[in-house]
């Protein structure tokens, strides 16, 4: 749905496709955002089509689909309403309170076994959530979210994603164990992956706030 993201997360893989377009991974990826104001039209003729193959569609691989603008442009609530009246199956990743908006269309989905979510959870330290994720939802916030998702009868599982190493890799277990409490069906998670444009955000960062 979105090019770009507010949540301005200063790890994030998905900053350099910002250079794609003549913008910067840093500040630009953050406030210059770019969004497919015409996606479920798109995404119901492609459904329609005579040759299409039905398969699982992700949305949130590469920014957000619940970052703070869709309050507005509604464009993945759009995307969600073909599906469902398609009856075509979706994943969807989020660090986005904002996906329980949603939950009704998510419930509908559930019940024919055509969609999972998985929320993102990097941390649960507030001090280090502000400086990883600034504009993202609190950790706390997000396992609400697995709780509202999993009494909606919604499949729900947690990416602990990126593991920091030295920053938030000793908070493992403890985010495994708040996710099975709040109702999460299944984890994961993926070590920190720093792109070129992206390792000098982070290092400064990390000579700031850790410097030993």
């Given at each position: 749905p979105y090019r770009g993201c507010e949540h301005g997360c200063i790890y994030c893989y998905a900053r350099p496709s910002h250079s794609y377009v003549g913008l910067s991974p840093g500040?630009?990826?953050e406030t210059r955002l770019f969004y497919k104001a015409d996606a479920p039209r798109v995404l119901r003729e492609t459904?329609?089509?005579?040759?299409y193959r039905c398969k699982p569609i992700m949305l949130g691989a590469n920014t957000d689909p619940y970052q703070p603008v869709e309050r507005r442009l509604l464009v993945t609530r759009g995307i969600l309403e073909v599906l469902a009246e398609c009856r075509h199956p979706v994943a969807v990743i989020t660090k986005g309170a904002l996906i329980v908006r949603d939950l009704d269309l998510l419930a509908d989905l559930a019940r024919d076994r055509l969609v999972s979510v998985a929320v993102?959870?990097?941390t649960l330290d507030a001090a280090t959530k502000r400086t990883l994720e600034p504009r993202a939802a609190s950790g706390g916030a997000r396992?609400?979210?697995?709780?509202?998702?999993a009494a909606a009868g919604?499949?729900?599982?947690?990416?602990?994603?990126p593991v920091v190493p030295a920053v938030t890799d000793h908070e493992l277990e403890h985010i495994l164990e708040a996710a099975?409490?709040?109702?999460?069906?299944?984890?994961?998670y993926v070590v920190l992956r720093l792109p070129y444009e992206v390792k000098t955000l982070f290092?400064?960062?990390?000579e700031e706030h850790h410097p030993d």
């Open positions: 500040l630009d990826f459904l329609a089509r005579r040759g993102s959870i990097t396992l609400r979210v697995v709780s509202e998702l919604v499949p729900v599982g947690v990416m602990v994603a099975a409490s709040a109702g999460a069906r299944s984890a994961g290092r400064e960062w990390l």
